[in-house]
């Protein structure tokens, strides 16, 4: 790599919020010249980090190879580029099939992680995913549409286990999604449905599993949400019972006697 040519910087935008993008995030984006960016799903409030000259590309219509044409060319010219991904680029971002093509052109590339949608919810409905002796694990997955999930990883597998679980990418196939959680869960566990969180039209939606459907249909969310489930949902600041031994004044660890 010539010393003019710069690291190809994929970064996460986070989940809408301008904000929320990472100082680092934010610092990249300030000195690139081309940004090319997730136009279906980044808004462009996050481009305002970027300076007014730099080229913005939406890549909602290119394919893979004309995406990596436009970043192999404007690398050899010694333009900074940013591959701006919306949450964190490792989830659902398609992201190493994009790694694999620039590694088989000798293009060199860095990652700055992101904020999901799945922690942009939690933090604005106060949830915490892991409450001691009701859920020690959280599990982010899809159901099967359009692309296939493996056999293994399939929701009703997942749901069995009845942990904390945001299920992305498939309120569009609510009635399933519902049908399979009622058979776990139980049709009174708590659900929420996050709409574009973190947007300025962010819909937040408290229901149960057995009313899902309805209550998305009723608030006319059939894409851009998240469904997160499990018992944390159902726990009150009234009926927690069970505390982190961190803070326990009767438990001792290396900093606390």
């Known amino acids: 790599m010539s010393k003019d040519n710069h690291p ?6 986070g989940p809408g919020d301008p904000d929320l993008i990472t100082v680092k995030g934010q610092q990249t984006l300030r000195h690139a010249n081309m940004v090319i960016y997730a136009g279906s799903l980044v808004p462009e409030a996050v481009l305002k980090w970027a300076p007014v000259k730099a080229t913005k590309i939406s890549s909602a219509s290119l394919d893979l190879g004309e995406i990596i044409d436009k970043i192999e060319g404007a690398f050899r010219g010694g333009m900074r580029v940013v591959r701006l991904h919306t949450g964190d680029p490792s989830l659902y971002g398609a992201i190493f099939e994009q790694m694999a093509a620039l590694d088989k052109r000798g293009l060199p590339y860095q990652v700055i992680p992101g904020v999901t949608a799945a922690f942009a919810a939690a933090a604005a409905i106060g949830l915490e995913y892991t409450l001691p002796e009701v859920s020690q694990t959280l599990i982010l997955t899809r159901i099967a ?26 309120v569009g196939f609510v009635e399933k999604v519902e049908a399979i959680l009622k058979k776990t ?42 469904i997160i489930v499990g018992k944390v949902l159902d726990v009150t600041a009234e009926t927690l019972e069970h505390k982190s031994r961190l803070y326990d ?6 900093y606390r006697e």
């Open 145 to 170: 549409g359009r692309t296939p999930v493996p056999e293994m990883e399939a929701l009703e597998g997942l749901a069995a286990h009845q942990a904390s679980m945001a299920i992305y990418l498939s």
């Open 8 to 13: 190809v910087i994929f970064v996460g935008a």
């Open 249 to 254: 004044q009767h438990f001792s660890h290396g």
């Open 185 to 226: 869960y139980g049709q009174d566990t708590g659900c929420v449905v996050a709409y574009r969180v973190s947007h300025p039209d962010e819909k937040i939606v408290r229901t149960t599993v057995g009313q899902l459907t309805e209550v998305t249909r009723s608030e006319n969310i059939s894409r851009h949400a998240l």
